[in-house]
């Protein structure tokens, strides 16, 4: 049907992908069992098909043709998962894959170009005779005899077809019995162990699709929750985030609930590696402060949670015999902060977070540290990247302290969009839309540039009203609290936890909490209890010691 059609031509230069996204024909024959639609995002070039679809995950269209006597039909076309080798060609050269019947052979391509799946040029024959193409549906001159060899191809290649599949299942059924693992594809080598079938689990709807996850929302077992599924290619990054979620001593009111992992999908072609999370209806902060504005005590009280999750991150304990270590997020955006019902912040998307050094890990700990300064200077977001993470100056002899002060400078972004959207800092009791933190200076998609040239050689930060200052007066006054998040030099910048204890005053100024020395000054080592009380004039346990040595990667 659409053989040698040039489908491209069809589609206008507003459906042409991007640079950096791959663009395919996306078709699907009634009857076909499954979808791919969830591996990329469908584009309506017009009434009926074709339709185009831009990949999310690979940089691979593909293509599946069926030759029935002759006579060769589309069944699919689409994204593939993953880029694998054979994604390299220009352009769609199938080759046969399956047998449906005797007289029907499968066809597939891949090829790594915008549309190239409209089209082929050619079908091989899919036995050691020629089997007619799309341009020549007469049958070879031969007879009876030739068919007959035809025929008996086709059945030994079924055959071998059949006996490959029951040796690989036979295969992974071995393997689950010894207790071993399966080799992992699209892989950097190794294995990865097992991951339980959640039988019980039921995919409603897309919720938010990313780089490296697609988030649904779904039920298992009678509970609603959030199922991020990972494509195989991404399977570091589900392990990355496993990992942290599955520390002992992870649960926090203000971190987004783990549940489990396992593996499904809402179509059996579609399985995959599964986080399942606590469901928050009301969605990101950055939605929600798009939708709603809020008094002062409840946009505090909603700062305040935040900084709370962050300082627990960040805290390093022993709880009931168990060790947590200090995490650092390093991907804190409005993004990835949901909101809960009672409105305070849970923060969630740890597949960045990276467990520190600390005084008290026991030495039998197995917590994996990163590889080398690369590692360390890996950061999500730009827009709220940390200044010395855009210039590439951070403190890699003490790589753990650093990174927890990057982590308190988005913080103080996220506190400032918070406050921005609060009625009781506006004149008129109306703030302005939403805008995320350097949207008014750089616009919504900033480049790395120009966040360097404004956050690092200009040191400018989001703008702050004068109406701000009239709430609070004193040293711990809004103004101040994020000047001391956000400050240039990262030495400069409060921990966490002054932070919680700060905002702590001004949501209950009747509890009069005593701020500790360090909260004035700087960041404080890991256990502020052992330092003295009332530090003299010259000397601050809690302050940290100037470091000159900064080294640039």
Known sequence: ?????????????????????????????????????????????????????????????????????????????????????????????????AHPSPSSTLFICSCGTDFCNANYSHLPPPGNQGAPGPQDPHTTPGGPIWMALLLLGMVLLLLLLLGSIISALLQRKTCRVR?????????????????????????????QEGGHAVVWAGKLKGELVAI?????????????????????????????????????????????????????PKGSLCHYLTQYTSDLGS??????????????????RWQ???????????????????????????????????????????????????????AIMEAGTQRYMAPELLD????????????????????????WEILSRCSDLSPDSRPPPFQLAYEAELGSTPSTCDLWALAVEERRRPYIPSTWSCVATEPSGLRELLEDCWDADPEARLSAECVQLRLANL??????????????????LLFPENCPSTPDSTTFPCRPQQSACHLSV
């Not at 069992?33 to 940089?59: F, W």
């Not at 590439?392 to 972004?413: C, H, P």
Request: hydrophobic residues 35%; negative net charge; proline residues 9%.
């Open 507 to 524: 949501v209950y100024p009747q509890e009069a909490y005593t701020l500790p020395e360090s909260c004035h000054y700087g960041y404080p």
């Open 392 to 415: 590439k100056t951070l403190d890699l002899q003490d790589w753990g302290t650093a990174l927890r002060r990057a982590d308190v400078y988005s913080l103080a972004l996220l506190l």
């Open 320 to 374: 009931d015999g168990q060790y947590k270590p200090g995490i650092a997020h390093r991907d804190l955006s409005s993004q990835n902060v949901l909101i809960r019902e009672d409105r305070s912040c849970a923060i969630g998307d740890l597949g960045l977070a990276l467990v520190l050094p600390g005084h008290t890990q026991p030495p039998a700990s197995a917590l994996t540290q990163p590889r080398g300064p690369a």
């Open 228 to 280: 991020k599924a990972f494509p195989p290619r991404a399977m570091a990054q589900f392990r990355a985030e496993r990992a942290v979620y599955e520390l002992p001593g992870l649960r926090h009111d203000h971190i987004v609930r783990f549940i489990t992992a396992g593996q499904g999908g809402p179509d059996p072609l579609l399985s995959g590696a599964l986080l399942v999370l606590e469901l928050y």
């Open 179 to 207: 207790g071993g693992s399966e080799p992992e594809p699209h892989s950097s080598g190794g294995l990865r162990e097992e991951l339980a079938e959640l039988q019980e689990l039921c995919f409603s709807k897309v919720i």
């Open 1 to 97: 049907m659409l053989g040698t059609l040039g489908l491209w031509t069809l589609f206008p230069a507003t459906v042409r992908a991007p640079p950096n996204r791959r663009t395919c024909v996306f078709f699907e024959a009634p009857g076909v069992q499954g979808s791919t639609k969830t591996l990329g995002e469908l584009l309506d070039a017009g009434p009926g098909p074709p339709k185009g679809i831009r990949c999310l995950y690979s940089h691979c269209c593909f293509g599946i043709w069926n030759l029935t006597q002759g006579q060769a039909q589309v069944e699919m076309q689409g994204c593939r998962d993953s880029d694998e080798p054979d994604c390299e060609s220009l352009r769609c050269d199938p080759s046969p894959r």
């Open 299 to 316: 946009s505090l009280r909603m700062a305040l949670s935040l900084a709370q999750g962050l300082a627990f991150l960040h805290e390093e």
